[in-house]
Structures are given as structure tokens and as C-alpha cells.
């Protein structure tokens, strides 16, 4: 996890700043938990800069959804919120197209 990814996610929570140093730590422990899960996804090490973008964006979906997880939807006074169940889900097809420009099908090796 690199400090430019935390950065944007703060930016997109807080795009004030105000409350960033009370919200970082539990902020980096969401980053961390969507990273480790992606990289599973991935079967790699550390997640690539080209899909960073997933990081962030999930991270700020796990977020914003604190104190709703296990709720699929939530309505108070006429608003209606509703949430899937994976939060990867829109971010499938990215991670199914990196797999398969990184997984070596395609290659042809000759033996000499």
C-alpha cells in the first residue's frame, strides 16, 4: 500500500481534510484488507499500479458502508440505499482482463 493510494481515498472521504488524521488509521486498515483481497484475486504479491484504481474505489465503498455491513439495503425517511454483496463486483471484468494479459495464454515458446 503506498501513501499516494491512502491520499486519494482520504480525498475522496474527506475532501476537506478536516478529520483526516482521526479517520487514517481505520482508513489504512480498510486499504489493507481490499489490497490483500485483490491480490488473492490475482494470485499475485502486491496489487499492480494499473488496477490501483480498484483499491481506492473499494476501500471507499467499505467505508462509507461501516455499520451497514451484512445489510443489503437500508431506507430511513423516504432514502433508499441498497449495497451488493461483493464490492468487487463492477470491478470483475478489469481484474478478469489484467488475468488474462498477465497469465502467459497466448505465449508460444520454441524449444531450440
Not at 17 to 35: A, F, K, L, V, Y
Not at 42 to 53: C, G, K
Not at 66 to 82: K, L, N, P, Q, Y
Not at 86 to 101: C, S, T, V
Amino acid at each position: 500500500m503506498t501513501q499516494q493510494v491512502i491520499d486519494r481515498i482520504m480525498r475522496r472521504i474527506d475532501p476537506t481534510g478536516d478529520i483526516h488524521e482521526d479517520i487514517e488509521p481505520q482508513i489504512r486498515d480498510i486499504c489493507e484488507d481490499t489490497e490483500s483481497q485483490l491480490c488473492v484475486m490475482l494470485n499475485e504479491d502486491a496489487v499492480p499500479d494499473q488496477l490501483s484504481y480498484i483499491v481506492v474505489a473499494v476501500s471507499v465503498k467499505r467505508y462509507n458502508r461501516i455499520g451497514s455491513e451484512g445489510t443489503s439495503s437500508h431506507s430511513v425517511e423516504g432514502e433508499s440505499m441498497s449495497w451488493t454483496e461483493d464490492p468487487f463486483a463492477e470491478y470483475l471484468k478489469d481484474i478478469e482482463a489484467w488475468k488474462n494479459a498477465h497469465s502467459g495464454y497466448g505465449m508460444h515458446v520454441r524449444f531450440l
